[in-house]
T-cell receptor, first 112, second 117 residues
Framework: SQQGEEDPQALSIQEGENATMNCSYK?????LQWYRQNSGRGLVHLIL?????REKHSGRLRVTLDTSKKSSSLLITASRAADTASYFC????????????FGGGTRVLVKP | GAVVSQHPSWVICKSGTSVKIECRSL??????MFWYRQFPKQSLMLMAT?????????EQGVEKDKFLINHASLTLSTLTVTSAHPEDSSFYIC?????????????FGPGTRLTVT
């Protein structure tokens, strides 16, 4: 079964605007990761946030994690056309083991 | 660093034939590699976990006799789709965990697009 659910499924914004997408999960986690995938390509790791962290920044990316609500958000500020891609959250379990369970993904289109 | 390659990047085969996909960690050793399948506009679904020198662990619903996984060395895992059918057409992605890393991050290959005609 799919651990993470993301919303929205698709997002269309103008260049320069911010893009926010959310991820919810069901079971306990050790960490949550966000990945980007350009069409027909592999995944690029963006950021990892551990279960004891609440917020993390990396360049124009800001990730939050609320373990009480079992949810995370990814904010891309000042978006660029090159940010057009699908974004996936993925969780790793609290128990030993390194399986990643992916959410459904959010397709982001940044219009120039 | 931390580069994972896949070969081939795309393959077209006829129904009933078998196809082998390779996943290599180029600059690190990977005791564990993962195989995912992704259908168009969908998320990645984990198929199996491949451990060097031992049998792969398959996810529920994945036929181990159809998707043969071999992880013969610390830098190479292979996925063989046996007796392929059109419904096996998909994007197959592998990832690898660095043997010397903290264990949390996985490095993904660029994927292999399989089309079965």
């Amino acid at each position: 079964s799919q651990q993470g659910e993301e919303d929205p499924q698709a997002l269309s914004i103008q260049e320069g605007e911010n893009a926010t997408m959310n991820c919810s999960y069901k079971t306990s986690i050790n960490n949550l990761q966000w990945y980007r995938q350009n069409s027909g390509r592999g995944l690029v790791h963006l950021i990892l946030i551990r279960s004891n962290e609440r917020e993390k920044h990396s360049g124009r990316l800001r990730v939050t994690l609320d373990t009480s609500k079992k949810s995370s958000s990814l904010l891309i500020t000042a978006s660029r056309a090159a940010d057009t891609a699908s974004y996936f959250c993925a969780t790793q379990p609290g128990a030993a083991g390194n399986k990643l369970t992916f959410g459904g993904g959010t397709r982001v289109l940044v219009k120039p | 660093g931390a580069v994972v390659s896949q070969h081939p990047s795309w393959v077209i085969c006829k129904s009933g034939t078998s196809v082998k996909i390779e996943c290599r960690s180029l600059d690190f050793q990977a005791t564990t590699m993962f195989w995912y399948r992704q259908f168009p506009k969908q998320s990645l679904m984990l198929m199996a976990t491949s451990n060097e020198g031992s049998k792969a662990t398959y996810e529920q619903g994945v036929e181990k006799d159809k998707f043969l996984i071999n992880h013969a060395s610390l830098t190479l895992s292979t996925l063989t789709v046996t007796s392929a059918h059109p419904e096996d057409s998909s994007f197959y992605i592998c990832s690898a965990r660095d043997r010397l890393g903290a264990g949390y991050e996985q490095y993904f290959g660029p994927g292999t697009r399989l089309t079965v005609t």
